[in-house]
């Protein structure tokens, strides 16, 4: 039972580090353009859409990445 945990965290974790370096890298306008233009496709993109918002913590990461880089 813990390993399936541990590796669910692990993903989890992975795709917010991914989505604050999309976010980062691309700033917060065009990353939000592009997630819309997702939110208007299929019911697969929909769902990435849902995934790929910018969260509270994505947004932070995100900042605090880009201030180490300074």
Do not use: C
Request: aromatic share 10%; charged share 15%.
């Amino acid at each position: 039972m813990r390993r399936p945990l541990h590796l669910a965290f692990f993903a989890l974790g992975g795709v917010i580090a991914f989505k604050a370096v999309l976010y980062a890298t691309l700033g917060g306008a065009t990353y939000t353009n592009r997630v819309d233009d997702l939110a208007s496709g299929t019911v697969i993109e929909q769902a990435g859409a849902w995934i790929m918002a910018a969260d509270p913590v994505t947004v932070w990461l995100a900042i605090q990445g880009k201030m180490l880089l300074r």
